[in-house]
T-cell receptor, first 115, second 114 residues
Framework: DAGVIQSPRHEVTEMGQEVTLRCKPISGHNSLFWYRQTMMRGLELLIYFNNNVPIDDSGMPEDRFSAKMPNASFSTLKIQPSEPRDSAVYFC?????????????FGEGSRLTVL | AQSVTQPDIHITVSEGASLELRCNYSYGATPYLFWYVQSPGQGLQLLLKYFSGDTLVQGIKGFEAEFKRSQSSFNLRKPSVHWSDAAEYFCAVGAHGTASKLTFGTGTRLQVTL
């Protein structure tokens, strides 16, 4: 079975540009999570969805960040406008709340560099 | 609020030596506890988890962890480390009911010398 798929794997952009990161969760999983990883702050939960509905977005840094999940197989994380401090690896993860094992399945991440 | 502390940022062990990575958590009730491993350029992979029952849990790749409520700890162990175990290890805590909403520690980077 395919795991969590993220794109792009690497993105280099200039400050002020819009960035869109994409995620396809594992088929059948009904929870999706966006994490950000930096050396300074480690892994931070940005937002998570349950059955396509945002449940907790308290980790979203500011209004420049937005996330959507239009259907069960696709989610986006958008940064507009981007800033150098947004440089990080962004991970998407999915899980099945039905089994409630708590296990998250992570994608390989999208490494964002904002110049 | 739940939190996790991994006091060791970086550990170096020789191949074949035993390993213990420390994890302390803060949570008001019985937590769900996890250890994940991250190889360079990869996402995180679950090693093992504790929900309830036997406090010594076995995971993949020969790892085990012991839940000690009195010490609020969930240390990861392996009796004999292999060079391929070099990676970053993350301890995480989740709450009952929202088990997948995990709070991660800052990670411990393991280096293995030959």
């Amino acid at each position: 079975d395919a795991g969590v798929i993220q794109s792009p794997r690497h993105e280099v952009t200039e400050m002020g540009q819009e960035v869109t990161l994409r995620c396809k969760p594992i088929s059948g999983h009904n929870s999706l999570f966006w994490y950000r990883q930096t050396m300074m702050r480690g892994l931070e939960l940005l937002i998570y969805f349950n059955n396509n509905v945002p449940i907790d977005d308290s980790g979203m840094p500011e209004d420049r960040f937005s996330a959507k999940m239009p259907n069960a197989s696709f989610s986006t994380l958008k940064i507009q406008p981007s800033e150098p401090r947004d440089s990080a690896v962004y991970f998407c993860a999915s899980s099945s709340q039905d089994t409630n094992t708590g296990e998250l399945f992570f994608g390989e991440g999208s490494r964002l560099t904002v110049l | 609020a739940q939190s996790v502390t991994q006091p060791d940022i970086h550990i170096t062990v020789s191949e074949g030596a035993s390993l213990e990575l420390r994890c302390n958590y803060s949570y008001g009730a019985t937590p769900y506890l996890f250890w994940y491993v991250q190889s360079p350029g990869q996402g995180l992979q679950l090693l093992l988890k504790y929900f309830s029952g036997d406090t010594l849990v076995q995971g993949i790749k020969g790892f085990e962890a012991e839940f000690k409520r009195s010490q609020s700890s969930f240390n990861l162990r392996k009796p004999s480390v292999h060079w391929s175990d070099a990676a970053e290890y993350f301890c995480a805590v989740g709450a009952h009911g929202t088990a997948s909403k995990l709070t991660f520690g800052t990670g411990t980077r393991l280096q293995v010398t030959l």
